[in-house]
């Protein structure tokens, strides 16, 4: 006999009724826990590198892409064992209740290594991504900086233009 394939409202209607509303968010916990660390190192690591390149380099967009790469690699590779730990916890039959109790777990089941288990292809399908978004953000913040300055100029210039004005 074959199993006959669920929708996706069938599969959230039987996860309420056997599991109830929290199992829609199994796992947010860590997934919050590991957004904040991520972002944080990822911009602070971003940051460092390029002002370690030479003023007249930090403006270019290659500069901005190789440290975005660098910067969200480091990220990703002190961030993925709390992504590891969602996982896990998010699986149905999970042990693990806490992060607290996951990562011991783990550590002790599948030794170190466990906690970047899918460490590459997750790399390999998040880096590229997170690469463009800091480098956009950095091009766009360096335009809009650029654009501020000039437009303080034009302001400066007319209100020069206008004093003179008033004391002719």
Known sequence: MQKRTLTSIQVAINMFREEGLSSFYSGLGPSLIGIAPYIAV??????????????????????????ALVSATIATLMCYPLDTVRRQMQMKGTPYN????????????????GLYRGFVPNALKTLPNSSIKLTTFDTVKTMVAAGEKELEKIIEENQRKKNQSKRE
């Open 42 to 67: 990822n911009f602070c690591i971003f940051d460092l590198v390029k002002k370690s390149f030479p003023e007249k380099y930090q403006k270019r967009a290659e500069v901005s892409l190789v440290t």
């Open 98 to 113: 806490t992060v607290i109790d996951a990562i011991p777990g783990i550590v002790a089941r599948d030794g170190f290594s």
